[in-house]
């Protein structure tokens, strides 16, 4: 899903060209404007991590459980792919160590052997909170990932503040002129 633009860039960057330049102990220059509280900014307007969003309706596909039965489930199919790729992944550790080392071969019949058992498994990620079990854990991913690329484009990045952690912040790099 494409979103509108979540941030005036123009406008950011007369707030950034205004801000306090900010140096840190290791000599990094920063520039920091506050974006907003993490409640008025987000699409579910709550604050949780991902590990603990008990305060999150649950997804209405998935019921939060994150996973949904695959109607294409074929339990004997499924073992004989699984253990097949078992018995690869197996040797290959035996054979090559570390799966750095592997032949570019042996990933490609891993993935391939991953994905037939993937058609054939029990359980699906969920498609509709992809997995996050709360469909407002997949709206927040969605915009945390726009706006971290809507930054990319002038250099910039979020991060919360100190804290409560609520609000959030944007920071970009100064450039320090080292010419001689
Ligand atoms: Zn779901």
Same mark, same amino acid.
């Given at each position: 899903?494409?979103?509108?633009?979540?941030?005036?860039?123009?406008?950011l960057?007369?707030?950034?060209d205004?801000a306090?330049?900010?140096?840190?102990?290791d000599?990094?220059?920063?520039?920091?404007?506050y974006?907003?509280?993490?409640?008025?900014?987000?699409?579910?307007?709550?604050?949780?991590?991902?590990?603990?969003?008990?305060?999150?309706?649950?997804?209405?596909?998935c019921?939060?459980?994150?996973?949904?039965?695959?109607?294409h489930?074929?339990?004997?199919?499924?073992?004989?792919?699984?253990?097949?790729?078992?018995?690869?992944?197996?040797?290959?550790?035996?054979?090559?160590?570390h799966f750095?080392?592997?032949? @570019?071969?042996? %990933?490609?019949?891993?993935?391939?052997?991953l994905? *037939?058992?993937n058609?054939?498994?029990q359980w699906? =990620? &969920?498609?509709?909170?992809?997995?996050?079990?709360?469909?407002?854990?997949?709206?927040?991913?969605?915009?945390?990932?726009q706006?971290?690329?809507?930054?990319?484009?002038? @250099?910039?990045? %979020?991060?919360s503040?100190?804290?409560?952690?609520? *609000?959030?912040?944007?920071s970009?790099?100064?450039? =320090? &002129?080292?010419?001689?």
């Amino acid at each position: 899903m494409k979103l509108k633009s979540l941030l005036d860039i123009t406008k950011l960057l007369k707030q950034l060209d205004k801000a306090e330049v900010y140096e840190d102990e290791d000599g990094n220059k920063t520039q920091t404007v506050y974006l907003g509280d993490i409640r008025s900014i987000t699409p579910s307007g709550k604050v949780y991590t991902p590990f603990a969003c008990s305060n999150l309706t649950p997804c209405p596909r998935c019921n939060g459980t994150t996973q949904i039965e695959n109607k294409h489930y074929k339990k004997k199919k499924w073992m004989k792919i699984h253990n097949k790729r078992k018995v690869l992944f197996l040797n290959a550790i035996n054979q090559c160590g570390h799966f750095v080392h592997w032949p @570019e071969k042996i %990933h490609q019949k891993i993935n391939k052997l991953l994905k *037939q058992e993937n058609h054939w498994t029990q359980w699906l =990620i &969920c498609p509709e909170c992809i997995g996050l079990g709360s469909l407002e854990a997949r709206l927040d991913q969605d915009f945390w990932k726009q706006l971290g690329s809507e930054l990319d484009t002038i @250099e910039a990045w %979020h991060h919360s503040s100190e804290g409560d952690g609520c *609000q959030v912040m944007v920071s970009r790099g100064v450039e =320090i &002129c080292t010419q001689t």
